[in-house]
């Protein structure tokens, strides 16, 4: 049964007596204005004890402009209340109250300190608000086991957390977070609440396996979890309610029991989107553009493959498995072992000798995975974000002709639905979608010849993701060769043409046809065989 906006609800069956239980986290009205507009208008959801209630919607629907409100960062407008475990909060939440109540948060940037141990970054509350004359480590490290060996974690407490895997680092987060509410608890006797907003992006498979099984431990406690996220799968898998939020406005919320992949789109964009509507080309019909020989790197062994001209090839594979390095090999960002690369029918050339710099030069363009560290530079506006390639071309007579930049970019920003489009914003201000959106007008705005692309839609919504995937569409149609790198067999399955499946460092499997779906794509990831199979038919896993 699908809620009307506004209204809340909870299924008994998935935890016996909610109905009866007092709300740990109760949202009535909430309302947001900046300026003139509204980011949130009137929203309201309540979370149940032992439940993880999940928060979708489009980059700029809301949500973390809620998540801010309710951590204290901002002050929402006048007529909306809040209520923790039946506790009246005061609005703007106050500094200290959301960890006095039992209500901790976990950003996507994790929050932990680098330089610093486990043990430090575990107990740094405990630390730094004991009020104590000395630390006692021995009982500090005896803490900090307690709580790892708790969850199941093996993880040295001495350990540097900058050493620490993507996996463990967003787990101890979770942990901390974790000892934080119980420590409220003990005091209040009341549950907690997590709030994970964005936590999965950078996990493999695995890690996303390891961090639920954390969340669902969390709530066998007693303690609820709100889970934002834009992967549809991943709320559907582990949340038991789902509230929608669209352009500030709660569009709906459903029990999982009743929720399917289509109805949580449509309360996200507003409207139906046709999934798989790329009509695929015969890769035999397409002339090979680039054609690497013998291509090598720290994990992948000398491979040979080609893409050809206006062909969308996808790489994947499991995690450390090399698909996730041809990207930044074929662009120089990363040193080869070995490799050659012919571009047409010219002469090959070494790809160990290939620079960035040179790969520009030669019509090449990649868009990083990682978009805050290794592509856009959060301190600078998005007009320099998206002109930093070539920023040469707007210099006349020894003079930089910035209102022509600006016009440009102003012009892109309308071509690619950037939001807000005021090419002055920092991009640290923009949404992590629409940041995307500005990094990925930067490079088709040079009409690369070869675009390459590791995770594009990386922690980005539904519907920015089609508007991604119908400018690449768009530009394949033109005849931009293009080669994306990615995790998601979804994603794969809607825009390529065709696609190699690496194992081991090696390509194992190319789909083609009727394979290249979805499952099929998954399915080749998870088969044995180390040899190279080409197929148009559904895969069966190899013995």
């Not at 039946?86 to 200290?96: F, N, Q």
């Not at 949340?239 to 109805?263: M, Y």
């Not at 990363?334 to 160990?352: C, D, L, R, W, Y």
Request: glycine fraction near 10%.
């Amino acid at each position: 049964m699908a809620l009307q906006s506004g209204q809340t609800g909870h299924d008994p069956a998935i935890n016996p007596g909610a109905s009866q239980a007092l709300p740990v986290l109760s949202v009535k009205n909430i309302s947001k204005s900046f300026g003139g507009a509204k980011a949130l208008r009137n929203v309201s959801f309540d979370v149940m004890p032992g439940e993880v209630h999940g928060l979708l919607g489009k980059n700029g629907s809301g949500k973390s402009t809620l998540v801010k409100i309710l951590a204290g960062f901002h002050a929402p407008d006048d007529g909306g209340s809040l209520f923790f475990n039946g506790e009246k909060v005061s609005l703007p939440v106050r500094a200290g109250d959301a960890r006095r109540l039992g209500m901790a948060f976990v950003h996507q940037n994790l929050g932990l300190v680098p330089s610093l141990t486990v043990l430090e970054n575990l107990r740094v509350v405990q630390l730094t608000h004991g009020g104590r004359a000395f630390i006692n480590w021995v009982e500090e490290e005896k803490a900090a086991r307690h709580a790892l060996e708790r969850f199941g974690l093996d993880i040295d407490p001495h350990e540097r957390v900058d050493r620490l895997s993507p996996v463990q680092r967003a787990l101890l987060a979770i942990v901390r977070a974790f000892e934080d509410i119980e420590a409220a608890r003990a005091v209040t006797g009341k549950p907690g609440l997590v709030l994970l907003d964005e936590p999965t992006p950078f996990l493999p498979a695995s890690g996303v396996a390891q961090l639920f099984e954390l969340v669902r431990s969390i709530t066998k406690a007693g303690c609820s979890v709100i889970f934002i996220s834009h992967d549809i799968d991943e709320v559907m898998d582990i949340t038991d309610r789902i509230t929608v939020l669209r352009d500030g406005i709660q569009s709906g919320e459903l029990d999982r029991k009743d929720a399917t992949h289509e109805k949580i789109v449509e309360m996200i964009v507003g409207q139906s989107i046709s999934r798989g509507g790329h009509a695929k080309r015969d890769p035999e019909s397409l002339k090979p553009f680039a054609t690497f020989r013998n291509l090598a790197g720290r994990m992948l062994q000398p491979s040979d493959f080609h893409v050809g001209k206006g062909e969308i090839l996808g790489l994947t594979g499991l995690i450390g498995s090399g698909y996730e390095e041809v990207p930044y090999l074929a662009f120089g960002a990363k040193p080869a072992a070995s490799g050659t690369i012919a571009i047409g029918q010219n002469e090959p050339f070494e790809q160990v000798t290939l620079s960035p710099k040179a790969a520009i030069e030669k019509g090449f363009a990649l868009l990083p995975g990682d978009r805050q560290g290794a592509s856009g530079v959060d301190s600078l506006p998005i007009v320099d974000n998206m002109f930093l390639p070539d920023v040469g071309r707007f210099f006349r007579g020894g003079f930089l002709r910035n209102r022509a930049m600006i016009d440009e970019a102003h012009v892109l920003g309308t071509q690619f639905e950037v939001r807000p489009n005021d090419p002055y914003l920092k991009l640290s201000a923009l949404s992590g979608g629409n940041a995307q959106k500005v990094l990925i007008a930067r490079w088709m705005n040079r009409s690369p010849a070869l675009l390459l692309l590791d995770e594009p839609t990386q922690g980005v919504d539904v519907g920015t993701r089609q508007q991604i995937f119908a400018a690449l569409r768009k530009a394949a149609a033109e005849g931009m060769s293009i080669i994306c790198a990615s995790s998601e067999a979804e994603q794969l399955a809607d825009i390529c043409d065709r696609v190699l499946v690496f194992a081991k460092g090696r390509i194992c499997h190319e789909l083609t046809g009727d394979s290249l779906t979805k499952e099929g794509i998954s399915e080749a990831c998870y088969a044995t065989a180390p040899t190279y199979h080409t197929t148009n038919r559904p895969m069966r896993a190899a013995q």
